[in-house]
């Protein structure tokens, strides 16, 4: 079972920027759909970027296009956070689906495997 940790959270300035990471224990994860998401307290869980198993399609959150990329970094998932806004304040989970995902898909349900999150805090 993949096991996954993510990294890089931490207390941000408006407007600034994060590289968040997600890796699997001796497990590259080049082959398999991927995602990030996040959850505020009280609030539902968000897709915020995904990317297919071959890396041909990715899906992003309209409140997030043209400030976040996801991409894939020597066996590893990462999520670069730019212009960053107080709202995006939250809980990020990384997020493992199936090799056989091909299309990016920002569906929970297609994840079954998660991460315990890393914090992200926008704030001055």
């Known amino acids: 079972q993949l096991q996954l940790e993510e990294s890089g959270g931490g207390l941000v300035q408006p407007g600034g920027s994060v590289r968040l990471s997600c890796a699997a224990a001796g497990i590259a994860l080049d082959a398999y759909a991927v995602g990030w998401f996040r959850q505020a307290p009280g609030k539902e869980r968000e897709g915020v970027s995904c990317m297919g198993s071959t890396g041909a399609s990715t899906h992003s959150a309209d409140s997030v296009k043209g400030r976040f990329t996801i991409s894939r970094d020597n066996g590893k998932v990462d999520l670069e956070m730019n212009s960053l806004k107080p709202e995006a304040t939250a809980v990020h989970s990384c997020?493992?689906?199936?090799?056989?995902?091909?299309?990016?898909?920002?569906?929970?349900?297609?994840?079954?495997?998660w991460g315990q999150g890393t914090q992200v805090t926008v704030s001055s």
């Open positions: 997020a493992v689906g199936s090799i056989w995902i091909v299309p990016s898909t920002c569906n929970p349900p297609a994840y079954a495997y």
